[in-house]
């Protein structure tokens, strides 16, 4: 069983900073990578940011210059750093953790919203 919780979110105004961390536990010695899925009321999940295992990135093209991902091996903990934020940004982020055969496993969420 794979155990995926998140931290962080809330309100921030736009220009405003937020930083979202994310731990896995359990079943994950085959873990590759990572990362920090969004969704607006109405749209479909997107990507924002993952990362490997062996430390390889890939941004969202709205997102970069602006948030940056980063890993801990040692918690199994990625964070995402989130500055210059936009209203844009908000809506639900999920965490998400792959491992090898394609298995997926997902946070509950956390709201971030960014007012204008």
């Known amino acids: 069983q794979v155990r995926v919780v998140e931290s962080g979110g809330g309100l921030v105004q736009a220009g405003g900073s937020l930083r979202l961390s994310c731990e896995a536990s359990?079943?994950?010695?085959?873990?590759?990578?990572m990362g920090w899925y969004r969704q607006a009321p109405e749209n479909q999940r997107e990507l924002v940011s993952d990362?490997?295992?062996?430390?390889?990135?890939n941004y969202a093209d709205s997102v970069k210059g602006r948030f940056a991902i980063s890993f801990d091996n040692a918690k199994n903990r990625v964070s995402l750093q989130m500055s210059s934020l936009k209203p844009e940004d908000s809506g639900t982020y999920y965490c998400?953790?792959?491992?090898?055969?394609?298995?997926?496993?997902w946070g509950q969420g956390t709201q971030v919203t960014v007012s204008s």
């Open positions: 998400n953790v792959k491992l090898n055969r394609g298995y997926l496993y």
């Open positions: 359990g079943f994950i010695s085959s873990m590759t990578t």
């Open positions: 990362i490997t295992t062996s430390g390889g990135t």
